[in-house]
Each structure stands twice: as structure tokens, then as C-alpha cells.
Nanobody, 123 residues
Framework: QVQLVESGGGLVQAGGSLRLSCAVS????????MGWFRQAPGEERDFVAA????????YYADSVKGRFTISRDNAKKTVYLQMNSLKPEDTAVYYC????????????????WGQGTQVTVSS
């Protein structure tokens, strides 16, 4: 089975940075595409970024392009989301997700989910 645990969330001022981490347990980590999603109160769970199993392909929501970077270290079985130039509208619970195979950009395409980590950006 695959388990995911997010960390690194917290409170940051607008313009600041945070790095989220997602530690993954399970076999053949490199076979799993990984994604980050976020959900604000009363909102749908939205796509943020995704990365292929090898790390060779990355995908971003338009709202975070140029500010966020997704990466992975398959030796450490960890996925990261580096968030720079944070804005108050980035405030949400951020979820790490995994699926076997190719990266997709929809929450419904992912099989495994972490419990989420809160990111709050103050103005």
C-alpha cells in the first residue's frame, strides 16, 4: 500500500516562501506520478502541480506558474513543492497525491492522498 505524509505548511507573510514535503511509503515510487492540490474553505479541490515518475515532466496551474516548483527525489521517496512569492489567495490546505502511471491534472485521477497541510498567507 502507498501512504503519503505532508509537512512544511505554516503561516507566512505575503511575498514569502514555504517548501512543502510529501514523504511516500510503498513499492516502486518512481512508477507513480505525483501531484499537489489545494482546497480553500468552501471551494473545490484544485490542481496545483504534477510531476511524472521520473521527474522529467512537470505541470502547473496557471495561477502558480513562475512562483511554484514541483520536484521529486526518488532516492528519498519524497516530493516537494517550493512556493515563492506567496499571495493571500494561496491560503488553503495543500494535499499530496499519487497515482500509478502518467501524471494527470485532475483530483479524480489520483488514487492515494495525504492528510493535507495548512498553508496560510497573511497580507
Amino acid at each position: 500500500q502507498v501512504q503519503l505524509v505532508e509537512s512544511g505548511g505554516g503561516l507566512v507573510q505575503a511575498g514569502g516562501s514555504l517548501r512543502l514535503s510529501c514523504a511516500v511509503s510503498g513499492r516502486t515510487f518512481s512508477n507513480y506520478a505525483m501531484g499537489w492540490f489545494r482546497q480553500a474553505p468552501g471551494e473545490e479541490r484544485d490542481f496545483v502541480a504534477a510531476i511524472s515518475g521520473s521527474g522529467g515532466s512537470t505541470y502547473y496551474a496557471d495561477s502558480v506558474k513562475g512562483r511554484f516548483t514541483i520536484s521529486r527525489d526518488n532516492a528519498k521517496k519524497t516530493v516537494y513543492l517550493q512556493m515563492n512569492s506567496l499571495k493571500p489567495e494561496d491560503t488553503a490546505v495543500y494535499y499530496c497525491a499519487a497515482r500509478y502511471g502518467t501524471a494527470v491534472l485532475t483530483a479524480g485521477g489520483y488514487t492515494y492522498w495525504g492528510q493535507g497541510t495548512q498553508v496560510t498567507v497573511s497580507s
